[in-house]
């Protein structure tokens, strides 16, 4: 199997990529990407080497903050990918082919993305070994790192076939079940939480789902959108399969974001007053600006560039969303002494931030390093001749 | 209630310890007892504690609650100390996917130091809030440590040295062990010893004779949010 070329960029073509870098002939958004990523990795290393005490706002009250929230959201990109790469191929099979290499790159380097993110959270990440010397199998945790290991290999072995021609339907069929299974196991992690009544619901895991579907429709329109343009591709016919699973990944987030606040709300359970300490945000943010107003952008206009705009709207309001989510359950603390407030608040540090920045950084140059030297054309290459 | 059938209770309890000492561990089962009547909020327990185990900034085995109860001028104020509920169906060791915390045959939930991955999983799951993430924080600053921040816990019976943050306990989730360092050198747990209140009572509830297994038999005892099913092995008598 060649690798350099099919798989990877050839060296000639990362070497040409460093070159146009220190010529300053790279472009924006490479630019901004590395950027993002130096300043990213700076954070990274002020987290390894100064420790959690100076650098993250988390505490024993908020003990999972922004590496934890952007960790889920990289993962429901990833997900999501992986979704539209099987709802593409089955319903939309012409339409969808130009971008389904893209797509299912994207799927793998934000699956890296989120753990790039996550290491930063754990106090000692250098004993990940444990996972294999002494599992816990009652652990959803443990489950989701098994689950995340199979993704992992069966979304890269989707890639390969992709880009070798080879496309194997048991492969995308069995990619579609496991980023099921890994990413309802992410949602039960929260989901089976009974203290913290905010998480603790049978419907998370579905939740997860459901929004991993419209994150992943969101990033593989942007990314649908761009190649449309950069290729002159006839916008209308090719994007028009991004547009109908936008509308119904926003119909599903509707239904299932509406049913866990109108549960949440009816409980009576000790903590269960955040929900409607958080009804506000949870109407306003996560209903209307989160859902209502990118389906209403959506009916405004159909052109690349408008799809690019929408796209990232819903990804800007996605990460807030489930910051949203994960911090949410700590706002009432289970047990409250000496000076504890009533309700707890929480800023992410300004290295917390820059992770955020790194993650997103290193899916962009990832992404515009590979679109640069040619590799996801390499199969439409070797089709022609 | 200083004495009981006329004994002195802190004697009391060290008898009742040293006969759970010489049975198999297995046999044992550590509880604790609090009578909120006779706790008087003073913090001598939490303050005894936390020099017991050298805990940093933030990090309260031990903490007390107050309560207010009452409107004007018919007011009271309700004191509830909180220790880890060493429950028998806990619900942070199933949660931890390295094992690094689990339930002893004697009941007591700990945490292996050095396998605690820092996830802070159970942290989120403990319904008491009973558990503390070691961020690495410092009473005195990083760069004018006291010698006492930094000497040896001795929890578990090992030596934890809070060197860096690379090291544990900093970077684990930190809980109440009851003093289990102290109790299988025949001791009483800090708590027990420093309450001013005598409120606190410690003991082997496998043990009939045992004060606390005489105390826990009373119909005046409840335990703390027990509905959800955690079974909680500390007492509180109202």
Redesign the interface.
């Known amino acids: 199997m060649q690798l350099f070329g099919v798989l990877v960029p050839e060296k000639e073509q990362l070497i040409a990529t460093l070159a146009d870098i220190t010529r300053g002939k790279a472009g924006f958004s490479l630019y901004a990407a590395l950027i993002g990523l130096v300043a990213g990795l700076y954070a990274i290393a002020a987290i390894f080497i100064k420790g959690h005490a100076h650098t993250i706002s988390t505490s024993s009250l908020v003990p999972w903050g922004l590496q934890i929230s952007t960790y889920v959201y990289f993962a429901l990109l990833s997900t999501g990918c992986t979704f539209v790469n099987f709802f593409g191929h089955v319903f939309f099979e012409k339409k969808y082919k130009p971008f389904a290499s893209r797509i299912i790159f994207v799927g793998i380097i934000t699956a890296v993305a989120a753990f790039f993110s996550l290491a930063t959270e754990m106090g000692h990440i250098e004993r990940m070994y444990y996972f294999l010397l002494s599992p816990n199998p009652k652990s959803p945790m443990f489950w989701m790192a098994i689950w995340y290991t199979c993704y992992l290999i069966i979304i890269t072995w989707e890639y390969v076939n992709i880009q070798t021609n080879r496309h194997s339907e048991k492969v995308m069929w069995g990619a579609f079940f496991i980023a099921i299974f890994t990413h309802s196991t992410l949602g039960s992690l929260l989901g089976s939480v009974s203290s913290r009544i905010y998480y603790y619901s049978a419907l998370m895991p579905i939740y997860f789902l459901f929004i991993a579907f419209l994150t992943g429709c969101s990033l593989t329109t942007v990314i649908a959108a761009l190649t449309v343009k950069q290729k002159g591709l006839d916008e209308q016919y090719h994007l028009h399969p991004f547009v109908t699973l936008l509308r119904v990944g926003l119909g599903l987030a509707l239904l299932i974001t509406f049913w866990r606040t109108m549960i949440g709300l009816s409980a009576h359970l000790e903590g269960s007053e955040v929900f409607s300490l958080t009804l506000i945000n949870s109407v306003l943010f996560g209903i209307v600006v989160v859902i209502i107003i990118p389906y209403i952008l959506l009916k405004m206009g159909k052109s690349a560039n408008w799809l690019i705009f929408v796209g990232l709207f819903i990804m800007a309001t996605q990460l807030k969303a489930r910051t949203d989510l994960v911090v949410g359950a700590f706002k009432i603390p289970v047990f409250r002494v000496y000076d504890m407030p009533e309700v707890v608040h929480y800023t992410p540090s300004i290295y917390e931030n820059l992770v955020v920045v790194a993650s997103a950084s290193l899916v962009a140059l990832l992404y515009l390093v590979f679109e640069r030297s040619g590799v996801f054309e390499a199969r439409n290459i070797k089709e022609v001749n | 209630m200083e004495q009981f059938d006329g004994k002195d209770i802190l004697e009391i309890m060290r008898e009742d310890l040293q006969r759970a000492l010489k049975k198999p561990r297995h046999e044992r089962r550590w509880a604790m007892a609090i009578d909120m009547k006779q706790c008087i909020g003073c913090h001598a327990c939490t303050t005894g504690c936390m020099s017991e185990n050298l805990t940093p900034p933030?990090?309260?085995y031990r903490?007390?609650?107050?309560e207010e109860t009452g409107e004007y001028p018919n007011t009271g104020l309700k004191f509830i100390p909180?220790p880890c509920m060493q429950c028998d169906a806990p619900?942070c060791t199933?949660?931890?996917?390295?094992?690094?915390t689990y339930k002893r045959d004697d009941g007591l939930v700990v945490i292996d130091y050095k396998?605690?991955?820092?996830?802070?999983?159970c942290?989120?799951?403990?319904?008491?809030?009973?558990?503390?993430?070691?961020?690495?924080?410092y009473f005195t600053g990083?760069f004018h440590k006291n010698t006492y921040e930094v000497e040896n816990s001795g929890e578990y019976g090992k030596t934890f040295r809070r060197k860096?943050?690379?090291h544990?306990p900093?970077?684990?989730?930190r809980k109440c062990h009851f003093c289990i360092h102290r109790v299988e050198k025949g001791e009483l747990t800090r708590c027990t010893t420093t309450c001013l209140g005598h409120a606190t009572f410690f003991g082997d509830i496998n043990d009939p004779k045992a004060l606390i297994t005489r105390l826990i038999s009373r119909p005046n005892v409840i335990r703390y949010?027990e509905e959800?099913g955690t079974k909680p092995m500390v007492y509180y008598i109202v």
């Open positions: 933030e990090i309260h903490p007390v609650k107050e909180r619900t199933p949660v931890c996917p390295v094992t690094a396998k605690c991955i820092g996830c802070r999983y942290i989120v799951a403990c319904p008491y809030g009973a558990r503390s993430a070691d961020a690495g924080h990083d860096s943050h690379w544990s900093i970077g684990n989730a949010k959800l």
